[in-house]
């Protein structure tokens, strides 16, 4: 926050950027390499090719600045990298689940009440930072004009997807308004619970807990965006992850070790508690939105 208002020039996020590619996406190709031709090559020589590969995806990002494809492919291959790292390194249950909760009070906070993840997020959008993936898409709203802001946003993405013409066609024809509808997860809503699917096979080398923390993790995504799309209100993804992987957590213990009663207590109490925060931060988005509607 303090960065974005102090430098407008962008050279530090571009710093920053170059960093985490080449950080995360060489760890990401490190262990690809490795893990196809680990028995042809030297550790040193596994690490020489993929930090190759990793300027090499930092010097395809930087020339197709406009591809938002390029942008969203490169976080995925760096925040899995990144992922990874962290959670292989700590690679202790409890310290990666104080992490998640941390940044996930961290990302409520940023949200709604310091109120600068969300301009924050689009700064890196408009720059096309390796820093969250966007989608982009074209909806019908029933109002009457463009606001001048609507108007910029929706010339933009009109000029990047030409192939949308007949579909504005086909929008205007109803007498409504095409406008722009993105969604965007940032780079920690992706790179944590890959940390803590790693970190806890690391810590326990149970793979049947690192497959369930992806699958409960992926249900928290997919309800962040559904909200999301329904309601159209800026909303941070770790909260509802937090839930979910402490769900997740809760049935391993309770499935594969009973007698863990500390654990069972503490994942159960702690699913309970951010599902109830979840469901009245729900209720105060529909009561914004009402607002906004009136």
Request: no cysteine; hydrophobic share 55%; aromatic share 12%.
């Amino acid at each position: 926050m303090l960065i974005t208002r102090r430098y407008k020039n962008g050279l530090v996020f571009n710093l920053l950027e170059g960093y985490i590619i080449i950080l995360g996406s060489g760890t990401f190709f490190y262990l690809v390499i490795l893990s196809i031709l680990g028995v042809y090559l030297s550790l040193f020589e596994g690490f020489v090719a993929a930090l190759i590969f990793a300027l090499a995806l930092l010097f395809i990002k930087r020339n197709k600045k406009e591809n938002p494809r390029v942008r969203n492919i490169t976080t995925m291959l760096s925040s899995i990298g990144m992922g990874i790292l962290i959670g292989a390194g700590i690679g202790n249950l409890l310290i990666l689940y104080l992490l998640i909760a941390v940044f996930a009070v961290y990302d409520y906070v940023a949200v709604f009440v310091l109120k600068f993840m969300i301009p924050l997020a689009k700064q890196a959008v408009n720059m096309n930072l390796a820093f969250m993936i966007s989608s982009s898409d074209m909806e019908a709203i029933p109002k009457t004009e463009f606001t001048e802001k609507e108007k910029k946003e929706f010339n933009i993405f009109l000029k990047k997807n030409k192939h949308y013409a007949e579909h504005v066609r086909e929008i205007t024809k109803t007498g409504a308004i095409p406008t722009v509808s993105s969604i965007m997860l940032g780079n920690g809503d992706i790179m944590l619970p890959i940390a803590v699917a790693a970190g806890s096979y690391a810590a326990t080398a149970n793979i049947f807990l690192s497959v369930l923390l992806v699958i409960f993790s992926g249900l928290g995504v997919i309800t962040t965006m559904l909200i999301l799309r329904k309601y159209k209100v800026g909303l941070p993804a770790i909260p509802p992850l937090f839930s979910f992987i402490s769900i997740a957590f809760a049935i391993f213990f309770i499935l594969e070790q009973p007698s863990e009663l500390f654990y069972i207590l503490l994942f159960l109490i702690a699913s309970i508690a951010s599902m109830v925060a979840l469901i009245f931060t729900l209720r105060r988005i529909i009561k914004l939105q009402k607002r906004l509607i009136k």
